[in-house]
């Protein structure tokens, strides 16, 4: 990797006039390097004003993007922790960045960080060239190597204060770009070894990136050696590099154009955790298991096992008639999803996560499978498209290479709502492309599309064209009825497919996990029996052995524990409201860690106030 080109050291001499004169009449100083000249061309077609600072994310956003780059902060945290120590005082900060140029972390001189503030160069700040223009993070992210930048080379003039050198920091697994390490400081003061010293910190956060991985591979092994799997087996660790194989898979019929789209969009999908990993795999290997390995809190690989005949048939997707058996809610709702399917109407699926969103569309896709039965049709293709995860620049090539052609079967959308602009654009070719070729087109969405597309964070085109007929999928709280049904489901299925004990629910079990609210839905009721499959020593359980967020004192007043839960619950409430729903401010109210009230928050199932203006 090219860190230290020749033009990331030699930092030439720009005045303030000759960016004046770039700006008024797009005459190129003589001495402009070019890496700067190319970045200030790029700056000069948006056609931008001269912002004073950089787009800031708010606090909820932050939040969700400083969780999804936990990877590269908790391999940074050493890098960081050394160069806090060494810039103090030193008129020199130092930033850690994703790959979308957001601000993660910053550490060094207290002045220099708080001077930051005034331009967003600090937690939350978006530094794309597109938001601000030229500078450090921005073009050593457009470039994908170290780049320093100084003072009038900046193409936004309130930025020109600061002098800043970039490195990029990449995935060892799979050189996919993660962020940059950043330094700033003070304009005028020369630094002529700042991007040497980026560079070095950036390398030391990919060599511990290097050995979490070679730690984690380690585990998959170990995991492999205990399950002893007799069935022909793949592991695949979080980049989609093969660990081990057995014999027996590798004799198998050609699998490669599966495995190799499998193990494509593995490294981001796995991001977001086992539970989506599994749920989005599901489908590429109809005659497989996909048991994703997660020994901590981020999942680290994927095991794939071919079953058995007898097995395969025991696991299949289950289909309409099935899921009206579980209830009365659940009944109407197969009844509407059967009315639509004997029309050509694109089908939009709402409901909380882990209702069951995907399981209901896969059996809609089976059941109109099942109704074009017939050798003209061909094979049916359930295809899933991850909106959120999806780029412009690769949903074009997948466009342009047939990645996404189409014959027959069902398109998926999974949360359009997230998704840029421009991937929402593009999905309306998508979409068209996919009904011309007999497609169904059905989406999933666990937020209002409606009031998104009111809100303009959708499409409206979009919108009018994958909500031809909607379906509500209510969360398991409003039908406690159909909790036992639900439960006793997943129990068999747990035994059938991992080969478990037979568990057994208590009466008094079964009164609590009633009662209980499951804001997790069917998903967080597939953890629970997982859990409970793998802790409980006993096959029967009881209301003693379910978790302590679920299990109360049977009947009567509320014991001590209920009674201090409700307490520091009323507490939280207090605080949010009279902090507008500020979340720093209520953290510090309550003396705890902002990112502990987040989780106490999901805890008890409290929805969070819009801070007021």
């Known amino acids: 990797m090219d860190r230290l080109s020749g033009e990331g050291l030699m930092v030439a001499s720009i005045s303030k006039a000759d960016w004046e004169n770039f700006r008024a009449v797009g005459r190129v100083p003589p001495s402009i390097r070019e890496v700067v000249l190319q970045s200030w061309k790029r700056s000069s077609r948006l056609a ?57 972390d910053a550490v060094g001189d207290s002045d220099t960080i708080s001077r930051g503030r005034e331009n967003h160069l600090h937690l939350g700040g978006k530094w794309s060239e597109s938001a601000i223009g030229t500078n450090a993070i921005g073009t050593a992210i457009h470039l994908g190597r170290s780049v320093q930048v100084d003072g009038p080379e900046h193409f936004c003039e309130e930025i020109q204060r600061w002098n800043c050198a970039a490195s990029p920091v990449k995935d060892p697994g799979t050189g996919q770009l993660l ?72 004799g198998l019929p050609d699998l490669s154009q599966a495995l190799a789209e499998l193990r494509h969009r593995l490294p981001q999908l796995i991001e977001r955790g086992a539970d989506h990993v599994a749920e989005a795999l599901a489908g590429h290997l109809p005659d497989a298991a996909l048991d994703v390995i997660e020994p901590r809190a981020d999942a680290i690989g994927l095991v794939i096992s071919l079953k058995s005949p007898s ?57 109109t499978r099942t109704m074009r039965d017939a050798p003209s049709h061909g094979p049916s293709r359930f295809t899933m498209l991850e909106c959120a995860l999806l780029s412009d620049e690769g949903l074009r090539e997948d466009m342009a290479r047939d990645g996404l052609a189409f014959d027959g079967g069902t398109l998926c ?50 919108y009018y064209r994958i909500a031809g007929a909607r379906l509500t999928i209510p969360p398991l709280r409003e039908r406690p009825d159909e909790i036992p049904l639900y439960l006793h489901a997943i129990l068999a299925r747990h035994r059938r497919e991992n080969g478990g004990r037979e568990l057994r629910l208590t009466a008094a079990a079964m009164a609590v996990l009633r009662a209980h609210s499951w804001p997790g839905n069917l998903r967080e009721m597939q953890n629970l029996v997982s859990a409970l499959s793998a802790l409980s020593r ?46 720093t401010e209520a953290a510090r109210r309550l003396g705890i860690a902002r990112s502990t009230l987040y989780l106490k928050l999901e805890a008890y199932g409290i929805t969070r106030p819009r801070s007021k203006p």
């Open 179 to 250: 962020g940059v390490v950043n330094i700033s400081w003070s304009a005028g003061q020369k630094q002529p070894g700042s991007t040497a010293l980026s560079s070095a910190f950036a390398l030391q956060v990919e060599s511990e990136l290097a050995h979490r991985l070679a730690q984690d591979r380690q585990l998959l092994l170990q995991y492999l050696h205990q399950r002893r799997m007799s069935e022909p087996v793949l592991l695949l660790d979080r980049t989609g590099a093969e660990i081990f194989s057995s014999e027996s898979f590798a």
């Open 311 to 367: 097995r395969r048939r025991r696991a299949e997707t289950l289909d309409l008639a099935q899921l009206s058996r579980t209830g009365a809610t659940m009944a109407e709702l197969v009844a509407q999803a059967q009315r639509l399917l004997e029309t050509s109407l694109p089908i939009l699926i709402e409901g909380e996560t882990g209702t069951g969103k995907a399981t209901l569309a896969r059996a809609m896709h089976e059941a």
């Open 413 to 462: 959308l999974d949360s359009p709502g997230r998704a840029s602009p421009a991937v929402q654009k593009l999905l309306l070719s998508v979409i068209e492309t996919a009904e011309r070729a007999g497609c169904r087109v059905i989406t999933l969405a666990s937020r209002s599309l409606f009031q998104m597309m009111q809100d303009g964070s959708l499409h409206r085109e979009l």
């Open 538 to 583: 006993s096959a029967l359980i009881d209301a003693r052995d379910l978790p302590p967020e679920i299990a109360r004192p049977e009947g009567g007043a509320p014991g001590r524990e209920d009674s201090l839960l409700d307490v520091e619950k009323t507490e939280i409430i207090a605080a949010l409201d009279a902090t507008a729903g500020n979340m």
């Open 48 to 104: 931008m004003a001269s912002p004073k600072h950089a787009p800031l994310l708010g606090p909820d956003d932050l939040h969700a993007t400083r969780t999804h780059a936990r990877r590269l902060r908790q391999a940074a945290h050493a890098a960081l922790s050394k160069a806090d120590f060494l810039l103090r005082q030193s008129g020199n900060m130092m930033l850690l960045c994703d790959q979308d140029c957001v601000v993660l």
